[in-house]
């Protein structure tokens, strides 16, 4: 039975434990049981999943993860929580800790060894001090999953989810949308957790695609093009990717390129779709190539 996600029963575990929050760590605990039925529902969690977990916290919303799914591996820095879950977690014996950084784990080689390769779902309150870090890490090291379902800063959601045209749409916007269908599931306020974020919150759930929505013949080439024009919002496209010397693409050859998606010189990145990226890099790509370059 998942005993803690209220505010009673998450006191009198830190009390007993004499727990003091990290800051640096972001920890903020869920004290709400209708958030954390949320959050297992909208993972879609059965008793086949294999579930990563990352920052278990004092295993609050491991335990309701525990109830449903079929193995539970759990990932959590601060070590002085590990006595903690061992002991809110010693009625499961479907639950893994693991006392390490999340950003050194390899994913990968654990969803090979423990789930025989299949996709897994990824479930967390994240520390928002390392969202980007955390999601980017898990799509572009092709690591084999299913759903990402995660509590993030409810503008870090937005970003996640809107297109072009908008203040919040940039290259988390497009690197997300390649990789995954994201859908923000519910907004969580401050007072949901222990201590209160300064910020609000939501949980969003990513659904990886089969297939990416759109053809680039060199993702990482699409992927720099996307951070070099983001980097220099306020600048047209054509001057962004000039100026962005690690590209090592000439003036003519990016102007050649817009003008070839039929796009006019002036166009600023941040107007571009995904689908257009992939063709200014398919582009670039063929222009390299001819050019016997990169
Ligand atoms: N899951 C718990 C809950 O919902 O109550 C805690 C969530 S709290 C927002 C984030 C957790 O991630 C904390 O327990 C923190 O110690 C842990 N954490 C922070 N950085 C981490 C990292 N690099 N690797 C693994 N865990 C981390």
Same mark, same amino acid.
């Given at each position: 039975m998942?005993?803690?996600?209220?505010p009673?029963?998450t006191?009198?575990?830190?009390?007993?434990?004499? +727990?003091n +929050?990290q800051?640096k +760590?972001?920890?903020?605990?869920?004290?709400?049981? @209708?958030?954390l039925?949320k959050i /297992?529902?909208a993972?879609g969690i059965?008793g086949?999943?294999f579930v990563?977990?990352i920052?278990?916290?004092?295993?609050?919303?491991?335990?309701?993860?525990?109830?449903?799914a079929?193995?539970?591996?759990?990932?959590?820095?601060?070590?002085m929580?590990?006595?903690? %879950?061992?002991?809110?977690?010693s009625?499961?014996?479907?639950v893994e *800790?693991?006392?390490?950084d *999340?950003?050194?784990?390899?994913? @990968?080689?654990?969803?090979?060894?423990k789930?025989?390769?299949?996709?897994?779902?990824?479930?967390?309150? =994240?520390?928002?001090y390392i969202?980007?870090?955390? /999601?980017?890490g898990?799509f572009?090291? @092709?690591?084999?999953?299913? $759903?990402i379902t995660?509590?993030?800063?409810?503008e870090?959601?937005d970003?996640?989810?809107v297109?072009?045209?908008?203040?919040?749409?940039?290259?988390? #916007?497009?690197a997300?949308?390649?990789?995954?269908?994201?859908e923000?599931v519910?907004n969580?306020?401050?007072?949901c957790?222990m201590p209160r974020?300064?910020?609000g919150?939501?949980? *969003?759930?990513?659904?990886?695609?089969?297939k990416?929505?759109?053809?680039?013949?060199?993702?990482? =080439?699409m +992927?720099?093009?996307?951070?070099? #024009?983001?980097?220099?919002r306020r600048k047209?496209?054509?001057?962004?990717? $000039?100026?962005?010397?690690?590209?090592?693409? #000439?003036?003519?050859?990016?102007?050649g390129?817009i003008?070839? %998606?039929?796009?006019? #010189? $002036?166009v600023r990145?941040?107007?571009l779709?995904?689908?257009?990226f992939a063709?200014l890099?398919n582009?670039?790509?063929?222009?390299?190539?001819? $050019?016997?370059g990169?």
């Amino acid at each position: 039975m998942a005993t803690l996600g209220n505010p009673q029963n998450t006191i009198a575990i830190l009390q007993k434990y004499n +727990f003091n +929050f990290q800051k640096k +760590f972001g920890q903020n605990f869920l004290i709400d049981t @209708h958030v954390l039925d949320k959050i /297992i529902r909208a993972a879609g969690i059965t008793g086949e999943d294999f579930v990563l977990e990352i920052g278990p916290g004092i295993g609050t919303m491991t335990q309701y993860l525990c109830e449903n799914a079929r193995q539970v591996l759990a990932v959590e820095i601060d070590r002085m929580l590990i006595p903690i %879950l061992a002991d809110t977690l010693s009625a499961y014996d479907n639950v893994e *800790i693991l006392n390490e950084d *999340i950003l050194k784990v390899d994913i @990968h080689r654990i969803a090979l060894e423990k789930n025989g390769g299949r996709p897994i779902k990824v479930v967390a309150n =994240l520390p928002y001090y390392i969202t980007t870090p955390i /999601i980017m890490g898990l799509f572009e090291s @092709h690591v084999p999953i299913d $759903s990402i379902t995660v509590m993030v800063q409810r503008e870090v959601a937005d970003r996640m989810q809107v297109g072009p045209g908008t203040k919040d749409y940039g290259a988390l #916007s497009l690197a997300v949308q390649y990789y995954a269908r994201p859908e923000i599931v519910a907004n969580v306020p401050p007072n949901c957790f222990m201590p209160r974020p300064k910020v609000g919150s939501a949980v *969003i759930r990513l659904v990886r695609h089969e297939k990416p929505p759109v053809e680039a013949a060199d993702e990482k =080439l699409m +992927f720099r093009l996307i951070r070099a #024009s983001f980097n220099q919002r306020r600048k047209t496209l054509a001057n962004g990717l $000039s100026n962005a010397g690690e590209l090592g693409i #000439s003036k003519e050859m990016i102007a050649g390129a817009i003008e070839a %998606l039929g796009l006019p #010189s $002036s166009v600023r990145g941040e107007a571009l779709t995904l689908e257009q990226f992939a063709g200014l890099s398919n582009i670039i790509c063929g222009m390299l190539h001819e $050019s016997g370059g990169n």
